[in-house]
């Protein structure tokens, strides 16, 4: 019986041209910086059960590369426009929850100090201090009464970057309020998520730090010996 002929998929070694158009079929991407084309390539490629002869010349290489230039760009494009969703969302969804904290804070609060013997008895919610039209401080919680104030920072997630900014505002509070220069302030920090070790790192730093005790009940985790830093 004669032997049947061995099948050869390429009849030729492989070229750069070739390697473009497979990677073409594929839908790889296609790098040029390093092939070297002259202006008519042969390529013998075996389709099916037959072999065929196809002609592929620099311009079908470069309407190729243009192509798939222009195919990853739209995908760019998508991502980021994908990247800017997720941002937006991920903006409104801390946004939301930092509204919700304050909220929860605010209406409980004044108790809790209370308790701790200082004595205040109003509420203000984001107070923005401003310097000749310009904001240079924002407070989320302003605890007050004649002689004691309590600032609280409000976030979603408290990280040590943020410890170290309110302290730097407290520092600087009597700037602020230069009416009150006499009174005495205080910080507290509020948190659904202390990273880090943040809520220990305030507690240091003489700062009153609020938690959630669950089922939406706020209370201070300093120890009733707890002797506060007075800015």
């Not at 390539?41 to 311009?59: G, P, S, Y």
């Amino acid at each position: 019986m004669p032997c049947k002929p061995a099948t050869t998929r390429f009849m030729q070694q492989e070229t750069p041209a070739l390697r473009l158009r497979v990677a073409a079929r594929r839908g790889e991407p296609l790098h040029l910086q390093n092939l070297h084309f002259t202006s008519k390539i042969c390529i013998f490629v075996e389709k099916k059960d037959f072999r065929k002869m196809e002609t592929i010349t620099f311009e079908d290489i470069k309407q190729l590369f243009l192509e798939t230039r222009e195919q990853m760009k739209e995908t760019d494009k998508k991502f980021r426009e994908t990247d800017k969703r997720i941002k937006a969302l991920t903006d409104l969804y801390t946004t939301q929850w930092g509204k919700l904290m304050e909220a929860l804070i605010a209406t409980s609060c004044l108790k809790l100090f209370q308790n701790r013997g200082i004595d205040i008895s109003q509420t203000q919610s984001r107070v923005e201090i401003f310097e000749q039209r310009q904001k240079v401080a924002e407070f989320d919680i302003v605890l007050a009464n004649g002689t004691e104030i309590v600032m609280i920072e409000v976030k979603t997630t408290m990280k040590k970057e943020d410890v170290d900014e309110f302290i730097e505002k407290m520092q600087n509070v009597k700037k602020y309020y230069p009416k009150y220069a006499d009174c005495k302030f205080y910080g507290a920090l509020a948190a659904i998520k202390y990273d880090e070790q943040t809520d220990k790192y305030g507690y240091k730093k003489g700062l009153f730090v609020l938690v959630n005790s669950g089922e939406g009940v706020i209370k201070i985790a300093n120890k009733s010996t707890f002797q506060p830093a007075i800015f």
